[in-house]
Each structure stands twice: as C-alpha cells, then as structure tokens.
C-alpha cells in the first residue's frame, strides 16, 4: 500500500511539473518566435510583411512589431525599409538588453546588404563603417553584460565574423579606391 501511495504521489508531481514545463515552454517559444519574426513556415514573407504592416498601424510605437516586419523586408530584399525600421527602434525608449542586441545586429546585416547593392565604392564603404559599428555595439554590449554574468559566457560569434568579414571589405574597397587613383594620376 504503501509502494502504491508513494508512485502515486509520485506520478502526480511528475505530472505537475511536465505541466509547469509545458506551460513554461510555449510561452517562452512563443515569446522568442514573436522577437525573432518566425511566424508560420507555410505563409510567404510578402504575405507576413503585409499582416506586420497592418498590425503596425494599430500599434504604430511597438518595437516588436517593427522587428518582426523588419525581418521580413530583410527576407524578401528590401533592405532600407529594414534599416529604417531598426534605426526607429534603437531610437525607442522601450527596450530591452536582448532586444538591443538583435536589433544591432540585424541592423548590421541590412546595412552590408545594402553595401553589396551600390555601385558607389565610397558609399559602400559608408555603409560598410555603419555595419561595422553594428557589429561593434553588440560584441561591447555583450561583453559587458558578461562581466555582471558568468565570465564563461562567450560574446556573440556571428557578429564577431561578421565584424571580421565587413573589416576586410572595407579593406579591399580602399584598396581599390586608392589604386584607381593612383591609375588615374598616371
């Protein structure tokens, strides 16, 4: 009896913790779905930009809005209506550390797209400069979060490589522009 009494009461705390889990578990996916612009795989980014787009015009200052829309500019190519909306949030008051982060760091990534679609060498190099600045803020940020967190937590990567690989380019974008010069004086 008592075996029985003690598996029972065992298997209801199992149970009630695989409910907290649960619950716990499709609110904080559902939370990071909702900041990183993931809606259903099955609707097309147009037709998610177009239900952000709306959504907008009801909640006109709501940074998570504009990120999620953001998103899907940056998916579908159009990246200075992306950048604009990043530039607007990082502008807001309302927000959070992680927020801060993913905002900077997509921000960055739009402005090197951006980059690869100008003809202009100096203007790329501009944009490339804001990107970099980008990247920076989010390797800093983060650094700095670590030291009021555990000092094993290692900085963002992607943006350590990214900050790597915009470097280079812009290297090799002034490269060029001086060797025409030096074409041109000839």
């Known amino acids: 009896e008592d075996i029985f009494y003690s598996k029972k009461i065992s298997l209801s705390i199992l149970a009630i913790a695989l409910a907290v889990w649960s619950i716990a578990f499709w609110y904080g996916g559902r939370k990071k779905w909702e900041l990183l612009g993931i809606g259903s795989q099955t609707v097309s980014p147009s037709s998610q ?10 909640s006109q200052n709501d940074p998570l809005i504009k990120y999620n829309l953001a998103y899907f500019y940056y998916r579908q190519n159009r990246f200075e209506e ?24 997509n921000l960055g990534n739009s402005l090197f797209r951006l980059s690869e679609n100008t003809e202009n060498s100096q203007q790329a190099i501009e944009l490339l400069q804001r990107s970099l600045d980008q990247y920076q803020t989010v390797i800093v940020n983060e650094r700095e979060q670590q030291n009021h967190a555990s000092p094993y937590i290692e900085t963002d990567q992607d943006a350590k490589i990214n900050y790597t690989v915009v470097k280079n380019r812009i290297k090799i974008l002034v490269d060029q522009l001086e060797e025409e010069k030096e074409n041109q004086l000839r």
């Open 82 to 105: 992306a950048e604009k909306l990043l530039l607007e949030i990082l502008r807001s008051s309302r927000l959070d550390a992680e927020l801060i982060q993913k905002v900077s760091y």
């Open 49 to 58: 930009s177009v239900a952000y787009e709306e959504k907008l015009k009801e």
